[in-house]
């Protein structure tokens, strides 16, 4: 089942077409990654689906009903969406962050409900913040401050979270840490996770569907196994790749590449 289907989608930045007629499909409960070079259209598509940006043509269904006639807030309940490098204001807790994500849920009258508070609670406990409930923000190490955003999303209660560059300039530690909270979320709780990713290499490891982006259209898609070849990286990319499977033999690992010239 899919849970968000795109159909003869284009965008553009005035006269410069980024994503241009794109059909995809984004099947339910996996994590689904999107790969490609600077420029490609990544995180403009998440953009658009997330209706940050309007496209111009083409339409964009999120369980199966058209995000046109949803009302923002009631697309809110549907689909998280925490943008790359986000900023909260300063002396704000990980606490009072996360509830900041139940405001979709909220009427206009009246403060935080019995069911909102668990539901904070809960998402801190989920993302292993517990111990930082009341900690500021800015005091947070890079994975702990990423866990905390998350948790914003989670508080959505939404079926499904979408991230824009969740691991960008975290260490390879912090970048683990926030992947290995993702596919928690995916395989317990079955929240449909969608992302772009840089680390090829984190993208094989974590993903189950994975798709290619090169000037705003999918060269690949599917499991890792099947979607990253040294034909689709030499399209994706412009590399010459050198591929093996990983020690489980369960996704391929990029071990060293060279530019291709011309």
């Known amino acids: 089942m899919e849970a968000i289907s795109v159909k003869n989608l284009s965008v553009a930045y005035e006269d410069n077409l980024i994503i241009d007629n794109m059909d995809l499909s984004i099947p339910k409960g996996k994590i689904n990654i999107i790969i490609g070079a600077n420029g490609c ?45 986000p900023v909260c204001p300063s002396g704000i807790t990980v606490k009072e962050l996360v509830a900041f994500g139940r405001f979709p849920h909220q009427k206009l009258i009246g403060g935080l409900k019995a069911h909102d508070k668990e539901i904070i609670d809960w998402s801190i406990e989920e993302t292993g913040l517990k111990d930082f409930a009341h900690r500021e923000i800015e005091n947070l190490s890079g994975g702990q401050r990423q866990r905390a955003w998350i948790a914003m999303t989670l508080a959505q209660e939404t079926d499904i979270i979408m991230l824009d560059e969740p691991t960008t300039y975290l260490d390879m530690s912090y970048q683990l840490e926030v992947l290995q909270v993702l596919e928690k979320l995916n395989k317990e709780k079955n ?24 000037k705003g259209k999918i060269i690949c898609q599917g499991p890792p196994k099947e979607a990253i070849t040294k034909e689709n990286l030499k399209e994706i990319y412009g590399i010459d790749g050198k591929l093996q499977l990983s020690e489980n033999k369960t996704y391929p690992i990029c071990i060293d590449y060279e530019l291709i010239r011309g």
């Open 41 to 85: 259209g990544k995180s403009t598509l998440l953009k658009t689906i997330a209706r940050v940006i309007k496209p111009i043509g083409g339409d964009i269904f999120i369980n199966e009903k058209n995000i046109k006639i949803q009302k923002e807030k009631h697309l809110a309940t549907q689909v998280a969406f925490l943008p790359q490098g």
């Open 191 to 214: 929240i449909t996770i969608v992302m772009v990713l840089h680390e090829l290499n984190n993208a094989c490891r974590f993903a189950s569907n994975i798709i290619g982006l090169k």
